[in-house]
């Protein structure tokens, strides 16, 4: 059974960094993209990064190109988000997410966690 945890959400004025971490245990993750989705109130959910778990290859939704960086330490069996430069339109809960790289290819992630709140006030 795949579980994934979310922590390191919290409240940051505009300008200001975060780490999310996401706890990954239920398989080991080799042919697994990791990722990152956000959703705020009312809104869509969105892509905001993704890390294939053994080759690495990141990539970012545009809106956080620059400023966040996705990164996974195997060992650990977790996936980090880092946050900087915030913004308020960063403000959502944020989603870890696995799936096969097949799936992924496709859009779609077969796992999630129960995310984590980020607020980013002016």
């Known amino acids: 059974q795949v579980q994934l945890v979310e922590s390191g959400g919290g409240l940051v004025q505009a300008g200001g960094s975060l780490r999310l971490s996401c706890a990954a245990s239920?398989?080991?993750?080799?042919?697994?993209?990791m990722a990152w989705f956000r959703q705020a109130p009312g809104k869509e959910r969105d892509f905001v990064a993704a890390?294939?778990?053994?080759?690495?290859?990141?990539y970012y939704a545009d809106s956080v190109k620059g400023r966040f960086t996705i990164s996974r330490d195997n060992a650990k069996n977790t996936v980090y988000l880092q946050m900087n430069s915030l913004k308020p339109e960063d403000t959502a809960v944020y989603y870890c997410?696995?799936?096969?790289?097949?799936?992924?290819?496709?859009?779609?992630?077969?796992?999630w966690g129960q995310g984590t709140q980020v607020t980013v006030s002016s």
């Open positions: 997410a696995a799936g096969p790289l097949i799936a992924t290819m496709r859009g779609k992630y077969d796992y």
């Open positions: 239920g398989r080991t993750f080799s042919g697994y993209r």
């Open positions: 890390i294939n778990w053994t080759v690495g290859s990141p």
